[in-house]
């Protein structure tokens, strides 16, 4: 079965950083596109940055653009999350997720496999 587990979340200052990890199994399993989405409470599920595998672009909301970088381990088939300047609007339960095909990059149906989240919280 295909599996998607999440570290590396914590809680940070304003300015500081964070890496996320989404490592995927089995290790040959292929996807064409995978992404980190987000959500606070009492708001909807926000698609943050996604890449497409093939050719390794990537999309993202304009909100963190220059402080996000999405990134992938071909051999470990595991995703990652680089977050610089984080601020504190930026505290969300992160989510990766994988598309087996390729969809609208920021909906949910696109995804098939979803990993379980991980807190992520930037004070001031």
């Known amino acids: 079965q295909v599996q998607l587990v999440q570290s590396g979340g914590g809680s940070v200052q304003a300015g500081g950083s964070l890496r996320l990890s989404c490592a995927a199994s089995?290790?040959?399993?292929?996807?064409?596109?995978m992404a980190w989405f987000r959500q606070t409470p009492g708001k909807e599920r926000e698609g943050v940055i996604a890449?497409?595998?093939?050719?390794?672009?990537?999309s993202f909301v304009d909100p963190v653009k220059g402080r996000f970088t999405v990134s992938r381990d071909n051999a470990k088939n595991t995703l990652y999350l680089q977050m610089n300047d984080l601020k504190p609007e930026d505290t969300a339960m992160y989510y990766c997720?994988?598309?087996?095909?390729?969809?609208?990059?920021?909906?949910?149906?696109?995804?098939?496999?979803w990993g379980l989240g991980t807190q992520v919280t930037v004070s001031t």
């Open positions: 890449l497409y595998t093939h050719s390794g672009g990537t």
């Open positions: 089995p290790l040959a399993y292929v996807f064409y596109q």
């Open positions: 997720a994988a598309a087996e095909t390729l969809g609208t990059w920021s909906a949910e149906e696109t995804y098939k496999y």
